[in-house]
């Protein structure tokens, strides 16, 4: 009886323990195109800033940064790691840097996301460790296009490959036996902005044999099942070359730049994956990867080919498993354009980096509101800057809304922005159309008109038929009836602030505020959120 008790309770805490393992206390929960980030089961949404390059290298230089990023209502901070701090001599780990500043954020109640500075940065290996710099005969460099070797090791680098495997394995085991129950790193991005320079894939003897062989089984088995799911941009290349899944690289996607490029991007990809996996096996927490986004008309090799974009997408999740999320970094292309393409394939969107002026204060909410961002984070955040209030003043409104936005508590809900050139816009939600514009089209802001357009905008959560939440800045919302034969109007509006995800009323806005009824309106200068209701009327009175 004794024993059997004993067993039980062996089978109990195995059980318990398995539970434990399977089950990371930091996970995605992914959802079409969407995911929640989740943490002890709890969502979580990121409001974040990343750090510029050099900062996150001296305790001293960030030691009044963390009060002024938690005075601008950031939840998470993204904070490089640098390979050749923590590991200045082959096998010798150093993590004194990476503690002071986990203690650092912990303090001051903020999350971290880690940003693995390994065999990468922005294309470049400047953050490799000097003993790998300096020894091209273990660790290849490629070539540039005149055949000059340069400073970015090749893919095809075994030993590179397990170097960088054990570096990040021995941070992610550091991390996880100091952090698991505090859980202040909350995800990891693997390299930064991987991307080959300046030919479109690497020209070595190696790769060049490797070019002519057949494409790997596993990019093979996935073509045969997968042609409703690819991305147009992969389909129309691979359906021009005859929709073959056997042959080399060229016989499947045709002899030109794009295939070099496809064809870096699977073993960058490759790469990555094995970097991922070794850090996961040490702990499992959520990984990405980012990619700087090419000028339009560029051609690979003059933009860092080869990265996670979007016409690379299939690439990238067939190559990379272990990778969660691929992501993009925004300094300054069409913001709706790019993120169409990266909520694609069930890849959610999470945006790393974002140009931080004045308009990431409102890009934020597009982010979050349309796209369901997790997460979103201007760069270089700890700089001074006009960007900075702005920023914090819609940070200030997210995280009110935050329980209700990842709550999922909502019927619709979407976002927008505005500027001197997308002055307005028309959304659907539930039986109403709503028509939105920048606050400086309005009659009564005629003096301001020829003069300042800051970029403007917010986002509206549907609760109810008839019950919505609007938050911005800089606009004004118009509600009507889908139904043409009704009339909307406003049966109350009122200011609220959000406390714990409990709503505390403020001002009643019935009067100028809503133009007597007529809209919802946000001047440029004034953020806030409103909870409106709307009634309907038949069009025609009795007579
Ligand atoms: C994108 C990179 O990912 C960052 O590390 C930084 O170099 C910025 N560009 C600078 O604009």
Known sequence: MKTAAILFS????????????VVPSVRLEKSGNTARLMIDRQPYLILGGELGNSSASSPAYMKPCWQHLKEMNLNTVIMP???????PEENRFDFALVDSLLDEAARYNLKLVLLWFGTWKNSMSCYAPAWMKTNP????RTADSAGRSQEIFSVFGKETLEADEKAFAALMRHIGARDASKKTVIMVQVENEIGMLSTAREKSRVADEMYKEKIPVALAGYLKKSKDRMVPELRKRWDAGGSKVDG??????????????????WYYARYANEVALAGKKEYDLPMYVNAALPR????????????????LLDIWQVAAPAIDILSPDFYNPDTRYWCDLYVRNGNPLFIPEMQFDRSAAVKVFLAVGRYKAFGFSPFSIESPSEASLPLSRSYALLSQLSPLITGRKWLAMDGFIFDHKNK???????????????YNIMPWAAGRRDSVWSATGGMII????????????????????????????????????????????????????????RHIRFATDEWGIQKVTLYNSPKEIER
């Open 462 to 517: 549907q609760t109810g038929a008839d019950e919505f939440y609007v938050a911005g800045t800089g606009f004004v919302a118009t509600f009507n009836n889908t139904d043409q034969g009704k009339v909307t109007n406003i049966l109350r509006s009122d200011e609220v602030t959000i406390a714990d995800g409990r709503d505390v009323y403020g001002r009643r806005m019935n009067g100028d505020q809503d133009h007597q009824g």
């Open 10 to 21: 062996i089978l109990i805490c195995y059980g318990f323990a398995y539970s434990q393992a």
């Open 81 to 87: 790691v640098y390979w050749e701090l923590i590991e």
């Open 296 to 311: 339009p008309g560029a051609i690979p090799g003059k933009y860092p080919s080869a990265g996670p974009l979007p016409h």
């Open 424 to 438: 307005g816009d028309t959304i659907r939600m539930g039986n109403y159309t709503i028509t939105l514009s920048h």
């Open 137 to 140: 005969r273990r660790f290849p």
């Open 248 to 265: 080399n690289w060229e016989e499947v996607f045709g002899k030109d730049i794009g295939t070099e490029e496809i064809f870096q991007a």
